[in-house]
Nanobody
Framework: QAQLVESGGGLVQSGGSLRLSCVAS????????INWARQSPGQERELVAA????????NYARSVRGRFTVSRDNAKNTAYLQMNNLQPEDTAVYYC????????????WGQGTQVTVSS
């Protein structure tokens, strides 16, 4: 079945960087837009970045634009989220997601990876 597995989360100090990875299996990865979403306690899940199928067009939420970079390697069925200049408000569980509409969360989800930024 379709599966997404995230890795790369952890604890980092304010101003630090992390790189999340998302490995896909069980579906045609290159046919799907890949999204990164995050959710912190008591908050709604927020779509923060997306990369489309082949042309590499990306989009970002205002809260992360200029600090986060999303990318994908279709040959490796893998997507990435490079997060720089992390701030305490970036603390959340980060999820990889696959869908077929632009800037819209799809039906395929990873299990999430915790990112904690200390001040």
């Amino acid at each position: 079945q379709a599966q997404l597995v995230e890795s790369g989360g952890g604890l980092v100090q304010s101003g630090g960087s992390l790189r999340l990875s998302c490995v896909a299996s069980g579906f045609a990865f290159s046919d799907y837009t890949i999204n990164w979403a995050r959710q912190s306690p008591g908050q709604e899940r927020e779509l923060v970045a997306a990369v489309n199928t082949f042309s590499g067009i990306t989009n970002y939420a205002r809260s992360v634009r200029g600090r986060f970079t999303v990318s994908r390697d279709n040959a490796k069925n893998t997507a990435y989220l490079q997060m720089n200049n992390l701030q305490p408000e970036d603390t959340a569980v980060y999820y990889c997601n696959a869908g077929q509409e632009w800037w819209s969360l799809g039906d395929i989800w990873g299990q999430g990876t915790q990112v904690t930024v200390s001040s």
